[in-house]
Nanobody
């Protein structure tokens, strides 16, 4: 099994920045890709950004140019740098990992952007 722990969420004013971290442990060599999703109250969980083992990245249109996904293989950690934050970015952010047969989710970290 893969275990994921997110950190770095918090309260920030519009225009500010946060960096989220997702530390992976367990069967990390089975991971094919990792990503960040978010879910606001009453809304569906949506993709924010993904990062494959080959290094390709994908971003939601709503965050392109503002968010950057990166990784540190020595620490088994994926990051999400969030700049120019907007109130509509407010959500619980979840890290996930794609394995051969299943997807693993972290516990989530709250990001709140005030006007």
């Amino acid at each position: 099994q893969v275990q994921l722990v997110e950190s770095g969420g918090g309260l920030v004013q519009a225009g500010g920045s946060l960096r989220l971290s997702c530390a992976a442990s367990g069967s990390i060599f089975s991971i094919r890709a990792m990503g960040w999703y978010r879910q606001a109250p009453g809304k569906q969980r949506e993709l924010v950004a993904t990062f494959t083992r080959g290094g390709s990245t994908n971003y939601a249109d709503s965050v392109k140019g503002r968010f950057t996904i990166s990784r540190d293989n020595t620490k088994n950690t994926v990051y999400l740098q969030m700049n120019s934050l907007k109130p509509e970015d407010t959500a619980v952010y979840y890290c996930n990992a794609l394995g051969p047969t299943a997807v693993t989710w972290g516990q989530g970290t709250q990001v709140t952007v005030s006007s």
